[in-house]
């Protein structure tokens, strides 16, 4: 697939716009429109792209609703929303949520075979004798990399992994995560600073009430953007979104009624 592009909106230019409508750990329970069966998951993509959403970041459950790696899982829905909504990017995640190990993660990637995913480097370091055959698998059947990083030291391992060949130099995508770890996982969009600059494309998702104005933030400095149940189900004033497809609405308004 190719890099992600700016779209026109109203005649200005708005970064482009991930969705990531579940995650690994949310559920009906947390909200009741968080999709987690195929068909929820269709119909919030439709919605979401109908909102100005430019791809979605995907995630599966099985039939208990548990967060998975299934490669049947992944190409069925894949395939649903190609059907459904093929104007939409899809990237599968690779996340492990404490249950998979890095060969389950390659073995994954390797049996879906993904024009995009998402890639933790701290969670790819927990086996490093396996980076190399990770991210030169990704290359050599075509699958762009974003890699998910959640502070410096990780931007620094990425680095480092760059300069010694491990990571292919075109493979230069990051995903910076705001709040993962910060007090009861709320961000502000301070914490951007705390990342290094580096060379490619970039994008920001960020936990917590303030999501929308970190990524408003990051679009002023020029970055894609990350929105979704996965990180906030609410807006800055605590009101609950309906569902993710208003999350989507109401950031592209920021975006629109600020840009200068």
Request: glycine share 8%; aromatic share 6%; net charge negative.
């Given at each position: 697939?190719?890099?992600?592009?700016?779209?026109?909106a109203?005649?200005?230019?708005?970064?482009?716009?991930?969705?990531?409508?579940?995650g690994?750990?949310?559920?009906?329970?947390?909200?009741?429109?968080?999709?987690?069966?195929?068909?929820?998951?269709?119909?919030?993509?439709?919605?979401?792209?109908?909102?100005?959403?430019?791809?979605?970041?995907?995630?599966?459950?099985?039939?208990?609703?548990?967060?998975?790696?299934?490669?049947?899982?992944?190409?069925?829905?894949?395939?649903?929303?190609?059907?459904?909504?093929?104007?939409?990017?899809?990237?599968?995640?690779?996340e492990?949520?404490?249950l998979?190990?890095?060969?389950?993660?390659?073995?994954?990637?390797?049996?879906?075979?993904?024009?995009?995913?998402?890639?933790?480097?701290?969670?790819?370091?927990?086996?490093?004798?396996?980076?190399p055959?990770?991210?030169?698998?990704?290359?050599?059947?075509?699958?762009?990399?974003?890699?998910?990083?959640?502070?410096?030291?990780?931007?620094?391992?990425?680095?480092?992994?760059?300069?010694?060949?491990?990571?292919?130099?075109?493979?230069?995508?990051?995903?910076?995560?705001?709040?993962?770890?910060?007090?009861?996982?709320?961000?502000?969009?301070?914490?951007?600073?705390?990342?290094?600059?580096?060379?490619?494309?970039?994008?920001?998702?960020?936990?917590?009430?303030?999501?929308?104005?970190?990524?408003?933030?990051?679009?002023?400095?020029?970055?894609?953007?990350?929105?979704?149940?996965?990180?906030?189900?609410?807006?800055?004033?605590?009101?609950?979104?309906?569902?993710?497809?208003?999350?989507?609405?109401?950031?592209?308004?920021?975006?629109?009624?600020?840009?200068?």
């Amino acid at each position: 697939m190719t890099e992600p592009e700016t779209v026109r909106a109203g005649g200005r230019a708005l970064p482009y716009i991930l969705v990531a409508p579940n995650g690994a750990r949310r559920g009906h329970g947390d909200h009741p429109a968080l999709p987690i069966t195929i068909d929820e998951t269709v119909e919030t993509a439709i919605a979401c792209q109908q909102a100005g959403a430019n791809g979605v970041h995907l995630h599966v459950r099985d039939q208990a609703g548990r967060h998975t790696l299934d490669a049947g899982l992944y190409r069925e829905t894949m395939a649903e929303l190609g059907r459904k909504v093929p104007q939409l990017d899809i990237q599968i995640t690779t996340e492990s949520a404490g249950l998979f190990d890095v060969q389950a993660q390659f073995d994954c990637l390797q049996q879906v075979s993904p024009d995009w995913a998402s890639v933790s480097v701290r969670e790819v370091a927990s086996a490093p004798e396996l980076a190399p055959r990770l991210y030169a698998l990704c290359a050599d059947q075509g699958t762009r990399v974003q890699h998910i990083l959640y502070d410096a030291a990780d931007a620094e391992l990425l680095a480092h992994w760059q300069e010694a060949g491990v990571v292919r130099a075109d493979q230069r995508d990051r995903l910076l995560v705001l709040g993962r770890y910060a007090t009861a996982q709320q961000s502000v969009p301070e914490d951007m600073d705390a990342f290094p600059e580096g060379a490619g494309p970039w994008m920001v998702c960020a936990f917590g009430a303030q999501e929308h104005l970190c990524l408003h933030r990051a679009a002023q400095m020029g970055g894609d953007l990350r929105v979704g149940f996965e990180n906030s189900l609410t807006g800055p004033d605590g009101q609950v979104w309906a569902d993710n497809a208003a999350s989507v609405a109401a950031l592209i308004d920021l975006l629109r009624r600020t840009a200068t």
